[in-house]
């Protein structure tokens, strides 16, 4: 149990255009699903929390409306990035909360990479 | 705002051998979670162990056990009978007990496990 899956795993873009990445939990319903962002060789920064059936809340120094979140299922959580550039080159990750202990399970990572 | 701090950015450990990966921790909070989080070159995330700080008792799951010292505020992460399969970035993570878990993970920068044949 306690799948998470995203999509798409890589992902190309042109500078100034929108990408969807999605991030959906398998076989459990996630209320809460977060969004993190990891650059080569780095750490793991939290971006974002994503609740189902109301606004995502954004850590200090991420632009929200850069960073489109919207968590319209038990399942989905979606991260848009609008308007690319390439300093937004990174790889997104995004986790889901399961069982007792609230425990993040993790997908599988989005590299993005804008040209 | 919680810290977490991994001061080895790198280890390495001759297989079947024993290693001990260091964490310490920054908080004003009492009730809170720690985990061990493996990366290996797929980026995929995994969960090694977790310790619910209200609980004395370390965590052991098959080789990994921790070391969980809440009043140095420490967190080390002992891999016993090193596996080749073992090798990977190895981040230590924190979260707070409120809110329903509701709250981000706080991550260290991640030690580099190197297993040596």
């Known amino acids: 149990g306690a799948v998470v899956s995203q999509h798409p795993s890589w992902v190309i873009c042109k500078s100034g255009t929108s990408v969807k990445i999605e991030c959906r939990s398998l076989?459990?319903?996630?209320?809460?699903m977060f969004w993190y962002r990891q650059f080569p060789k780095q750490s793991l920064m939290l971006m974002a929390t994503?609740?189902?059936?109301?606004?995502?809340?954004?850590e200090q120094g991420v632009e929200k409306d850069k960073f489109l979140i919207n968590h319209a299922s038990l399942t989905l959580s979606t991260l848009t990035v609008t308007s690319a550039h390439p300093e937004d080159s990174s790889f997104y990750i995004c986790?889901?909360?399961?069982?007792?202990?609230?425990?993040?399970?993790f997908g599988p990572g989005t590299r993005l990479t804008v040209l | 705002a919680q810290t977490v701090t991994q001061s080895q950015p790198e280890m390495s450990v001759q297989e079947a051998e024993t290693v001990t990966l260091s964490c310490t921790y920054d908080?004003?909070?009492?009730?809170?979670?720690l985990f061990w989080y493996k990366q290996p070159p797929s980026r995929q995330m995994i969960l090694v162990i977790r310790?619910?700080?209200?609980?004395?008792q370390n965590a052991t799951e098959n080789r990994f056990s921790v070391n969980f010292q809440k009043a140095a505020k420490s967190f080390s992460l002992k891999i016993s009978d090193s596996q080749l399969g073992d090798a990977a970035m190895y981040f230590c993570?924190?979260?707070?007990?409120?809110?329903?878990?509701?709250?981000?993970?706080?991550f260290g920068k991640g030690t580099h496990l190197i297993i040596q044949p």
């Open positions: 076989d459990f319903q996630a209320t809460t």
């Open positions: 994503s609740n189902e059936g109301s606004k995502a809340t954004y």
């Open positions: 310790q619910e700080a209200y609980k004395q």
């Open positions: 908080t004003s909070e009492s009730d809170y979670y």
């Open positions: 993570a924190y979260r707070s007990a409120g809110r329903g878990g509701a709250d981000g993970l706080t």
């Open positions: 986790s889901a909360l399961f069982g007792i202990v609230y425990t993040q399970y």
